[in-house]
């Protein structure tokens, strides 16, 4: 990308704990005159989550202040959300109303009579996977019939802002970004909304759910991974915040005011969760069976870091502690441990890993290796006609529980069923973005 004559010298690119520190004294939304001149502000689009960085806006967490143009940004400045660099962004601009119609016009509607003996495709999930599946279909082909079945409403979030919204002061009603209706609607595809899928019959090429049966002449798997809970934390008794819903109905619970919560685990999602509920003005007791958080990570690059950060926040780390039970005492809750220490709490959040059901794969017998194992190029399950991206697959045995991925996997997915040259998939080793904004760490 070329800079403008006018633009003013791009700040040196320094390590990002540079440009956090700078960040914190920062004026919010601080406006930078000097780059404004003449010409409007831009939004670049990031190409692997769909993150918009908006120059008016800046992206103030990672210490972009509003105004910073694109060509300002520093090279080691990553998508907040999925946390690729800035050279998978680009430029974006927001289709006209009269564009968006033209498009519309374009599209033959999908159910018609000259497609009614087509199964077509059914996606089973409703997260990211299952609707960037959807759009890569579509993007592939404007007739193809798409059904898409969805355990809930299937509204349309970016999952990584649960663990940060409360420090943006984000209302839980403020995530969903398009209504899984209205997604359906742009992309001409058939929701079957608060739909369970039970049972693939391969041999019939059929789907079973709690609302009938669907054909498919391609099936995808993309319900991703549920929250795992050790015996000792009954589901009944704790949080478990791997999508919207759950999120929105601990912050009604939490309410306004000041509460005590225990977290149990202290991996990525325990530690962006525990710091996140910190800075909303909770009262944070973090819990974990190792001595640090982040205990994946080498120590001094994660764990020891974090502790430092937190020091000022009202979290409380208690490492090296195995949870033994938790139990309802009037309208609040003890976690007790196996040394026999307790903990008092308002709210409980379990953050104990990531592990995909089972049920749906066995019952089409795919093959199995931690996850749905799929082919590590084609994305294609043991089983014909069956492919599985995003969250509830893995690849030699390795899942990848993270959003860059997704958008590729779908296209490597759509140019498979569509007939399109070969898209193979390429296996990236994970950069991590601990999203923990009062010190936020990029683990290898
Ligand atoms: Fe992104």
Not at 8 to 35: C, K, Q, T
Not at 83 to 100: C, M, N, Q, R, Y
Not at 317 to 343: L, M
């Amino acid at each position: 990308m070329s800079t403008p004559a006018h633009a003013p010298a791009s700040p040196s690119p320094g390590p990002l704990s540079h440009i956090y520190g700078e960040v914190r004294d920062l004026p919010l939304a601080a406006p930078v005159a000097a780059v404004a001149v003449g010409q409007p502000f831009r939004q670049y689009i990031c190409d692997a989550c769909g993150y918009i960085y908006d120059e008016a806006l800046g992206d103030v967490d990672s210490g972009l202040a509003a105004g910073t143009r694109f060509e300002d940004i520093p090279d080691d400045w990553y998508c907040p959300l999925c946390g690729v660099t800035k050279s998978d962004f680009e430029l974006f601009e927001a289709p006209s109303i009269e564009a968006l119609r033209a498009q519309a016009s374009q599209h033959a509607p999908v159910w018609n009579a000259a497609t009614r003996h087509q199964a077509g495709v059914v996606i089973v999930g409703g997260g990211r996977a299952g609707w960037q599946m959807a759009e890569a279909l579509r993007a592939a082909d404007a007739a193809l019939p798409i059904t898409l079945v969805s355990a809930c409403a299937a509204d349309v979030y970016d999952k990584p802002l649960l663990s940060i919204a409360m420090a943006r002061q984000m209302a839980p009603d403020k995530l969903v970004k398009e209504s899984g209706a209205d997604a359906a609607r742009r992309l001409n595809v058939r929701l079957l909304a608060h739909t369970d899928a039970v049972r693939i019959c391969a041999d019939t090429r059929t789907l079973r759910t709690t609302r009938g049966s669907l054909r498919y002449d391609h099936l995808v798997l993309a319900h991703g991974a549920q929250a795992t809970l050790p015996a000792a934390l009954p589901a009944a008794l704790c949080w478990r915040i791997n999508h919207l819903g759950a999120y929105q109905r601990l912050r009604a619970a939490l309410g306004d005011s000041a509460k005590d919560v225990v977290i149990v685990g202290a991996g990525l999602i325990g530690s962006e969760l525990a710091n996140d509920l910190a800075l909303g003005g909770h009262r944070v007791t973090l819990l974990d069976v190792a001595a640090q958080p982040l205990a994946r990570w080498p120590t001094d690059e994660a764990g020891q870091p974090l502790l430092t950060a937190w020091e000022d926040l009202p979290i409380l780390f208690k490492g090296g502690v195995q949870v033994s039970g938790v139990e309802r005492i009037g309208t609040r809750y003890r976690v007790s441990t196996a040394c026999g220490q307790r903990f008092a709490a308002d709210q409980v959040i379990a953050a104990t890993g990531l592990a995909t059901a089972p049920r749906l794969a066995q019952s089409a017998g795919l093959a199995w290796n931690h996850g749905i194992a799929v082919d590590a190029a084609s994305l294609r399950t043991s089983v014909e006609r069956i492919h599985a991206l995003g969250d509830c697959i893995t690849i030699n045995g390795q899942a990848s529980r993270f959003i860059e991925p997704i958008a590729r996997q779908a296209r490597t997915v759509a140019a498979a069923i569509c007939g399109q040259e070969p898209v193979p998939y390429q296996l990236k080793p994970a950069v991590v973005r601990v999203k923990t904004t009062t010190h936020p760490l990029t683990l290898h």
